[in-house]
Each structure stands twice: as C-alpha cells, then as structure tokens.
C-alpha cells in the first residue's frame, strides 16, 4: 500500500491527493506503520513525455504505427538503453521509464534526450515543435 504525503507547516505530514487520503482513513489507529520516503516524479511531465511521443509519431516517415514500439525506438535511439551480451551476440533493450525506476533529474535527462532525437526523427523545427507541446 503506498500514500503520497507532502511537508506541510510546522514539520507536518499532509496526505498529497484524494487516492492516498482513501488509503490513509483505512489504517487503523494507533498501529505503527513503516513508511518508505521517496520523492515521487511529476505525473504532468510524464504526460507531456507521451505527448511527445504521439506527436512524434504521427509526423514520423518510417512505418512505425504503435505508440509502445515507437516510444522503445526513440529511447534507444536516444541512447538510453540496456546492453545485454551473450554468447558474442549484442542484445539492446529500451530502459524502463516507470516512475519507481527514476527520479525527476533523470526523468528530465531522458525527455531532453528523446526529444532530441524525435526532432530528427521527423526533421521537424525545434522551436514549432517547443511551442506546439508548450501548452501541456
């Protein structure tokens, strides 16, 4: 079961949103509950990371049509990968984006990277392509 909490005045816990203050009415009270503190990553920019990801695709050349392929596609491309070697055969796989895999530092270092690359990708203008995911 996990919460998410925020440091509130006077060096106090606050419930972060309505799916955690659901968990948290259900512990009982008076029980000691064992707490993990992890700074969780912007779910917005996660979206604005698959937004990237649709527009790029819709304005790809290549024949790619599946939005998890192209999204596995962008990050190797981008260099952000996973090297296995076995028996002399080189195997690259896609890092995982999931929010438990990263914080929001790496998170950004990944976007800027895949947003790069998507730029060349579809040989689109940087700053058209900046103003039209700037409203996300």
Same mark, same amino acid.
């Given at each position: 079961?996990?919460?998410?909490?925020?440091?509130?005045?006077?060096?106090?816990?606050?419930i972060a949103?309505?799916?955690?203050?659901?968990?948290?009415?259900?512990?009982?009270?008076?029980?000691?509950?064992?707490?993990?503190?992890?700074?969780?990553?912007?779910?917005?920019?996660?979206?604005? *990371?698959? &937004?990237?990801? !649709?527009?790029?695709?819709?304005?790809?050349?290549?024949? #790619?049509?599946?939005? $998890?392929?192209?999204?596995?596609?962008?990050?190797?491309?981008?260099?952000?990968?996973?090297?296995?070697?076995?028996?002399?055969?080189?195997?690259?796989?896609?890092?995982?984006?999931?929010?438990?895999?990263?914080?929001n530092l790496? *998170?950004? &270092?990944?976007? !800027?990277a895949v947003?790069?690359?998507?730029?060349?990708? #579809?040989?689109?203008? $940087?700053?058209?392509?900046?103003?039209?995911?700037?409203?996300?």
């Amino acid at each position: 079961m996990k919460i998410r909490i925020k440091k509130g005045d006077f060096n106090t816990l606050k419930i972060a949103d309505e799916e955690s203050e659901i968990v948290f009415k259900k512990l009982e009270y008076g029980i000691v509950y064992e707490v993990d503190i992890k700074k969780t990553r912007n779910p917005q920019y996660h979206r604005k *990371f698959f &937004k990237l990801l !649709n527009t790029g695709l819709q304005n790809t050349k290549s024949k #790619i049509d599946n939005l $998890e392929f192209y999204r596995e596609v962008m990050l190797i491309k981008a260099g952000y990968v996973n090297i296995l070697e076995d028996k002399g055969t080189t195997y690259v796989f896609a890092k995982s984006i999931a929010f438990d895999k990263m914080d929001n530092l790496e *998170f950004e &270092k990944v976007y !800027n990277a895949v947003f790069n690359q998507i730029i060349i990708d #579809i040989e689109a203008d $940087e700053e058209l392509f900046t103003r039209e995911l700037s409203g996300f």
